[in-house]
C-alpha cells in the first residue's frame, strides 16, 4: 500500500467518522451517514468486497453498521501497512538506543551485580586468583535455561544470543528482565532503581515497576484486565501509546487522533439519546451523584476536550471549517500536541476503569 492510497482512506474513515458524529446529535436522520457508507462501499467493492456482504444491510442499525465499515478499512490499513524498504532514520535511531542499553545493562549485569546483595546468595559465585597481588572475583550461577524452560516453557534460551544480537527486541528483554526480577533478586526496590535509571539513560520510554516491565504511559496503580472493545478502543489506545513517542511530527498527531477516537469510542457507549446526556452518563460513571465535585469535572473535562478535538484543531477532521463555519487551526506544535494527548490519555484511562468496575458490576449483579 502507498501513502497517498492510505491518505485516501484515513479520508473516507474520517468523513464517516464526521457523520455518525452528526448523527449522534440528531439520530431521527441517518441520510448522510448511509450516503457516506455507499460511497464507500462503491469505491472499494473490489478491494473489501466484505463491506458490502456485512454492512448492505444486515443490522438494521446505523451505529453498527457505520462502525462495522469504519472497523474493516482500520482493519485494511492494519493489514497492508505502508511499503518500504528503507527503514526510516528514526527507526534506526530507537534501535540503535536499544543496542546500546542492551550493551550497557549487560555490563551491568554480569559485571556488577555479583557482587551487589541484589542479587540472591544462591545465583551468585566467586573464586579468588592468586595472580597481581590476589583479588575476589564474583560471578551469577543463574541457569538461564532451565529458568526459562520451567517458568516460561522455552526450550532453547541462551544469554548471550539476546544480549548480543542487535535485533534483540523489547519483548525479548520484557521477558528477561520479569523472569530475573521474579525469581532472582532479593533487593527488588534497588534493583527496580537501578534498571530505570539505565533506561533513562539511553531515552528507551518503558519502566519496570512492580516487577512489570511496562511502556511509559498513564502513571497509577490500577490495572486494566478487559476488553470492551478491542478494534474500537484497546487496540487504538495501543498505536497511540507507540507513535506518541516517535520523534516525527505526523506520528504524534496520529497518535492524537487515535486516543480521541478511543475517548470517543468510551462516551459513544455511555447511556443517552443525545450527546449532552452521554456527557453525563460517562461523569456518572465516576461519580454516582451530579452533586459531586468530581461530576461536575469529569462532565466539564468530557466537554471541553470533545469542544478542542471537534471545533478548535484538526483532530480527527480534514475540514477546514468546523460546523459552526468557523475555521479549525492546524496542530504544528510537537510540545502541544503531546499535552492534549497526555489530557486526553488520562480521561481515556479514567474511563476505562471506571467502565469496566461498572461493567463487572452489572455482572455480578
Not at 482500520?74 to 550493551?103: G, M, Q
Not at 462532565?299 to 468557523?326: C, G, P, Q, T, V
Amino acid at each position: 500500500m502507498t501513502q497517498e492510497h492510505r491518505d485516501f482512506i484515513e479520508a473516507h474513515i474520517k468523513n464517516l467518522e464526521s457523520e455518525l458524529i452528526e448523527y449522534r446529535e440528531n439520530p431521527f436522520s441517518n441520510d448522510q451517514v448511509y450516503d457516506a457508507i455507499r460511497e464507500i462501499c462503491n469505491i472499494f467493492i473490489d478491494d473489501l468486497p466484505q463491506i458490502g456482504e456485512r454492512v448492505l444491510w444486515n443490522t438494521h442499525s446505523t451505529e453498527t453498521d457505520a462502525r462495522t465499515v469504519i472497523g474493516i478499512l482500520r482493519k485494511h490499513l492494519i493489514d497492508n501497512p505502508v511499503a518500504n524498504d528503507d527503514a526510516s532514520a528514526e527507526e534506526a535511531d530507537v534501535d540503535e538506543n536499544l543496542v546500546k542499553f542492551l550493551v550497557s545493562f549487560d555490563a551491568w549485569f554480569l559485571g556488577e551485580l555479583p557482587a551487589d546483595p541484589m542479587i540472591k546468595d544462591q545465583y551468585k559465585g566467586s573464586h579468588y586468583d592468586n595472580w597481581d597481588g590476589g583479588a575476589w572475583h564474583y560471578y551469577l550461577t543463574i541457569d538461564y535455561k532451565y529458568l526459562y524452560k520451567l517458568k516460561l516453557g522455552v526450550d532453547d534460551f541462551e544469554y548471550d544470543k539476546v544480549f548480543s544480537n542487535p535485533s534483540c527486541t523489547i519483548e525479548d528483554f520484557k521477558a528477561f528482565i520479569e523472569l530475573i526480577y521474579d525469581e532472582c533478586v532479593e533487593k527488588r526496590y534497588e534493583f527496580t532503581i537501578a534498571v530505570n535509571d539505565r533506561l533513562k539513560i539511553f531515552g528507551i520510554p518503558y519502566r519496570l515497576q512492580g516487577g512489570k516491565f511496562t511502556k511509559e504511559g498513564y502513571k497509577g496503580t490500577e490495572k486494566i484486565d478487559k476488553i470492551i472493545n478491542y478494534a474500537m478502543c484497546e487496540r487504538k489506545i495501543k498505536f497511540s501509546e507507540e507513535m506518541i513517542t516517535s520523534k516525527e511530527f505526523l506520528d504524534k498527531k496520529a497518535a492524537l487522533d487515535y486516543i480521541v477516537d478511543s475517548l470517543q469510542y468510551l462516551i459513544s457507549i455511555a447511556q443517552g439519546d443525545k450527546v449532552s446526556g452521554k456527557y453525563k452518563s460517562s461523569a456518572l460513571a465516576v461519580s454516582a451523584t451530579v452533586e459531586s465535585k468530581m461530576y461536575t469535572i469529569i462532565k466539564s473535562e468530557l466537554e471541553e476536550i470533545m469542544k478542542i478535538a471537534n471545533e478548535f484543531f484538526d483532530i480527527r477532521h480534514n475540514e477546514y471549517l468546523n460546523k459552526a463555519k468557523e475555521q479549525r487551526e492546524a496542530l504544528n506544535d510537537k510540545a502541544f500536541i503531546e499535552y492534549l494527548y497526555n489530557r486526553v490519555y488520562a480521561l481515556t484511562y479514567l474511563l476505562r476503569i471506571k467502565l469496566t468496575v461498572q461493567k463487572e458490576g452489572a455482572v455480578n449483579g
